[in-house]
């Protein structure tokens, strides 16, 4: 480790007096005050990057927000609290090297990991900070301390061999926690920031499908979750076409480009053509099967499962058919010619979607070559999706009409017949659950 810079400036422990241990909800968190270059120094943010870090657990930095966070903080000094009050929420903060913090109650060491809240709401000790257990600048993708919520608040401090001597830290309020894995520090992220306007939703829908799994499947609300995800993986239609949240910077420097799509509209547009499968959605995800699968009923839960999957494979090959029969629109990432990628657009396709898997589900014919003829049959109708196509400066749901109308203008005008049946992508016996 190294942490000279850090040593010099602050010695080998600094000791933070008189902090709170006590619950908060489920978990043991220490509550304390420090100076705000004192938490940046010994904290970094772990940025989840699709590329160089995808077990990453923090948004990327919007340095604007960053520099206005600051500004804020630092001018509080000399603001007058009466006329101009300034407050941060607590910084949360997570040690995942425990080496790097201890604790003294009454002059003794004690194990955090030990300490009994069953008789007391909470314990005042001292928190003592072993700088010689950091490195310094913090590790940019592994911090031993990260930063679970307030990276904002304290990247924009300047590195200490960068920093103004004379200048003034305001202090504030602080929350540790000790050992928190990587997963529960994603859960309370998505907690704090999930319902914050800021927050990246690409990011927070990331994280909530990987969380739940498939179990996300047995909510109508979140399905759609599922599916992008899904299609969005290797071997997914849209593999390197989603941006998941977090940091670009991995994904323009492998690819030159950040992908045309992002994880929350992919989502949106999965919401779209599941509205389009209703019956299908009403019997093979019924509330009563999804209940008894929340209940722990394998059957149920292996029976959606295979729904789930069987239905992910008819929307992969009517994208894949799209990808077939539309390539110069497929490949049209930065979408200055075709409308493919477009808000508009995309749900127009996504809403075509619906009704021609749920065409196929009604016709008996599913594959790939279906959709693919059907499209073509489109495309002789003079479909392109080109932009110039279509009426210009219409956006949002007027614009997403005209685009699906002149879609299924064509398709009925070149209609191929594509049909298909959902049950005869699952190979199993029929379940109990099914009728």
């Known amino acids: ?83 101009d009050p300034r407050a941060f929420t607590e910084v949360i903060l997570n040690a995942r090297n425990s080496d790097a913090v201890s604790f003294e109650v009454s002059g003794q060491k004690i194990n955090f990991e030990e300490i009994d809240l069953s008789e007391e709401i909470s314990i005042v000790a001292d928190l003592i900070i072993n700088l010689e257990q950091l490195t310094y600048p913090a590790e940019e993708y592994n911090p031993d301390i990260s930063r679970v919520d307030g990276n904002h608040r304290l990247s924009a401090i300047e ?93 323009k420097k492998a690819n030159g480009v950040v992908p045309p799509l992002t994880l929350t509209g992919l989502t949106s547009m999965l919401v779209h053509t599941l509205r389009g499968l209703e019956e299908v959605i009403a019997k093979d995800f019924s509330t009563e099967k999804c209940g008894k699968a929340a209940a722990g009923d394998k059957e149920a839960s292996a029976y959606i499962l295979s729904r789930a999957e069987a239905l992910n494979l008819l929307i992969s090959r009517f994208w894949n058919a799209v990808k077939e029969v539309f390539p110069e629109a497929w490949n049209d990432k930065k979408k200055s010619t075709y409308v493919l990628y477009d808000s508009t657009g995309s749900v127009a396709l996504s809403q075509l979607a619906g009704s021609m898997i749920n065409l196929a589900i009604t016709e008996k014919k599913i594959e790939q070559s279906d959709f693919v003829a059907t499209l073509l049959g489109m495309r002789a109708e003079g479909i392109t999706l080109t932009k110039s196509s279509f009426p210009s400066g219409l956006a949002g749901l007027a614009g997403t009409k005209v685009i699906y109308e002149a879609l299924v203008e064509a398709k009925n005008s070149g209609d191929s017949g594509l049909s298909g049946v959902l049950g005869q992508l699952i190979e199993e016996p029929k379940s109990k659950l099914d009728g």
């Open 1 to 83: 480790m190294s942490a000279n810079e850090l040593i010099n400036l602050w010695g080998n422990e600094v000791r933070i007096p008189n902090v709170l241990i006590g619950p908060n909800l489920n978990l043991v968190q220490v509550r304390g005050f420090a100076s705000l270059d004192f938490l940046a120094d010994i904290s970094g943010a772990d940025v989840f990057d699709m590329v160089d870090n995808p077990d990453g657990t923090q948004r990327e930095l919007k340095k604007p927000h960053a520099k206005e966070a600051y500004q804020y903080a630092v001018g509080s000094v000399d603001a007058d609290p009466d006329e």
């Open 159 to 251: 590195k200490i061999s960068q920093r103004d001597p004379e200048r003034i830290f305001p202090v504030t309020s602080f929350a540790l926690f000790v050992n928190l894995t990587k997963q529960q520090e994603l859960k309370v992220f998505s907690d704090i920031n999930g319902n914050q306007q800021k927050m990246d939703t690409s990011h927070l829908v990331n994280i909530l499908a990987n969380q739940k799994g498939d179990t996300i499947l047995l909510s109508s609300k979140s399905r759609a979750k599922w599916f992008a995800k899904r299609l969005s993986v290797v071997d997914g239609p849209f593999e390197g076409l989603v941006f998941m949240g977090g940091s670009k910077k991995g994904l």
